[in-house]
């Protein structure tokens, strides 16, 4: 596969899985080893198809009319690497957080590795601060 293949497989995977809801597709584009080194993760990293499929959920239930838009995709070899931005209304439990009603906000960045037309390997990152500040978790002001 080449690098435009592998970006089109990118944006087919987040316009399937988070912004209509087919988890299905994760099975067609994720290897069921998958590892993803999750930046801002407690744990580290998500491993296996079914986790990713459960974090998904986890937000997509705390955030039903969650949307995200891709703002940049740039391949080179055998990665990829999405920037976007993610939108939604907070309206069921996050992490023991209750609803809070609040539009949220927040910017993130994966890279993904691929081999034979599924992603292997990822690496990801969104801003989780500015979620809990969304969320009136943490006040505004202390990034600086």
């Not at 994760?26 to 990293?45: F, K």
């Not at 990713?52 to 969650?66: E, G, H, I, N, S």
């Not at 939108?87 to 034979?116: F, M, N």
Request: with cysteine.
């Amino acid at each position: 596969m080449n690098t435009e293949e592998n970006k089109a497989i990118s944006r087919r995977g987040i316009e399937e899985a988070w912004n209509k809801g087919n988890l299905s597709i994760i099975d067609e584009v994720i290897v069921p080893d998958i590892v993803i080194h999750d930046l801002g993760n407690p744990a580290g990293e998500i491993r296996g198809r079914e986790a990713v499929k459960a974090q998904r959920v986890m937000f997509c239930t705390a955030f039903p009319d969650l949307h995200l838009t891709i703002e940049d995709t740039i391949a080179e070899g055998d990665e990829v690497m999405v920037r976007f931005t993610a939108r939604g209304t907070h309206l069921g439990e996050l992490l023991g957080i209750a609803p809070t009603g609040k539009q949220v906000v927040v910017t993130g960045i994966a890279i993904d590795r691929y081999a034979d037309g599924k992603v292997v390997e990822g690496w990801g990152y969104f801003d989780r601060l500015s979620l809990l500040q969304h969320l009136s978790m943490i006040p505004q002001g202390l990034e600086r």
